[in-house]
């Protein structure tokens, strides 16, 4: 299952993340997004269980929790939705 995990605090490390989830199963992957530019956190990532009852026991018992300061939202990844494409500019 891909987990939402949003709200983070921009000092939160992908093994923090790790930590956090695998005291509830196994974790397979984290995904920490950053600024393409900047490389600075943008505050949200997703974890990937391989186990869904795992899984949704983390979600529940992470959700509203606190995180370095930070109150997390955690719940299921929706999948990604097609935008049109952005026309170019020259």
């Not at 939402?4 to 992908?14: C, I, M």
């Given at each position: 299952?891909?987990?939402?995990?949003?709200?983070l605090?921009?000092?939160?490390?992908?093994?923090?993340?790790?930590?956090?989830?695998?005291?509830?199963?196994?974790?397979s992957?984290?995904?920490?997004?950053?600024?393409?530019?900047?490389?600075?956190?943008?505050?949200?990532?997703?974890?990937?269980?391989?186990?869904?009852?795992?899984?949704?026991?983390?979600?529940?018992?992470?959700?509203?929790?606190?995180l370095?300061?930070?109150?997390?939202?955690?719940?299921?990844?929706?999948?990604?939705?097609?935008?049109?494409?952005?026309?170019?500019?020259?």
């Amino acid at each position: 299952m891909n987990i939402y995990v949003g709200n983070l605090s921009y000092s939160v490390t992908a093994d923090e993340l790790r930590n956090a989830f695998a005291e509830h199963g196994e974790v397979s992957e984290v995904n920490l997004i950053s600024d393409k530019f900047t490389g600075r956190s943008k505050g949200f990532a997703f974890v990937v269980m391989p186990n869904n009852s795992e899984a949704e026991a983390a979600v529940k018992a992470l959700n509203g929790t606190d995180l370095k300061g930070r109150t997390i939202t955690v719940n299921e990844a929706r999948p990604r939705e097609e935008r049109p494409p952005r026309p170019r500019r020259y």
